[in-house]
């Protein structure tokens, strides 16, 4: 069974550029989350779909954005880049909503996002 | 408030040592999950156990168990005859009722062990 891919794997834009991070989650699994690792830090909460809705978003400001689609995959979109935003982009996910106390989220290797 | 406190930045620990590793947490939910996660260089994160707050026995996964202490709110994670591959970070999180689904991480600590 194929865990959660990301792509691409290492993404270098300008400042000021648009970046766009793709997650495909585990099949069967709902809910995907976008994590913000930047060097030397712990993983921040960046945004939570469920059934192709928002359901929350963490305190990043408007320019990181996203969606997920029918089949569950989702995209985070970072506008206006800035150098501040070169970190490890992490996705999860999860069954889902519902029974959810015991469920781990799976978590894809990442997509590195430089900045320069 | 730090939902997640992990005061061990770096630890260094001889191989076929035990190790523990420290978290505490603060949440006002009675109900509630608490996970580790360990996060090679490679930069995945591998889950590794889980305890709920209402599970009365410590959790146990392989050479990986955690001393749960509700009362503390302590969710150590001890790991039983450490091995080189062990060397990792390693981050302790946790998911609360009212928390929206998702996993708050504490800060990590970075494991190298020595041969």
């Known amino acids: 069974e194929a865990g959660v891919t990301q792509s691409p794997t290492h993404l270098i834009k300008t400042r000021g550029q648009q970046a766009t991070l793709r997650c495909s989650p585990i099949?069967?699994?709902?809910?995907v989350y976008w994590y913000q690792q930047a060097l030397g830090l712990g993983l921040q909460f960046l945004l939570w779909?469920?059934?192709?809705?928002?359901?929350n978003r963490g305190n990043f400001p408007p320019r990181f954005s996203g969606r997920q689609f029918p089949n569950y995959s989702s995209e985070l979109n970072v506008n206006a880049l800035e150098l501040e935003d070169s970190a490890l982009y992490l996705c999860?996910?999860?069954?889902?909503?519902?029974?959810?106390?015991?469920?781990?989220?799976?978590f894809g290797q990442g997509t590195r996002l430089t900045v320069v | 408030a730090q939902k997640i406190t992990q005061t061990q930045p770096g630890m260094f620990v001889q191989e076929k040592e035990a190790v523990t590793l420290d978290c505490t947490y603060d949440?006002?939910?009675?109900?509630?999950?608490l996970f580790w996660y360990k996060q090679p260089s490679s930069g995945e994160m591998i889950f590794l156990i889980y305890?709920?707050?209402?599970?009365?026995q410590n959790a146990t996964e392989g050479r990986y168990s955690l001393n749960f202490q509700k009362a503390r709110k302590s969710a150590n994670l001890v790991i039983s005859a450490s091995q080189l591959g062990d060397s990792a970070m390693y981050f302790c999180?946790?998911?609360?009722?009212?928390?929206?689904?998702?996993?708050?991480f504490g800060t990590g600590t970075r494991l190298t062990i020595i041969p």
């Open positions: 949440t006002s939910d009675q109900s509630y999950g």
């Open positions: 099949s069967g699994h709902t809910s």
């Open positions: 999860a996910s999860s069954p889902g909503t519902g029974g959810w106390m015991n469920t781990e989220a799976f």
């Open positions: 305890q709920g707050s209402y599970d009365e």
């Open positions: 779909y469920d059934e192709g809705e928002e359901r």
């Open positions: 999180a946790m998911r609360e009722v009212f928390g929206n689904e998702k996993l708050t």
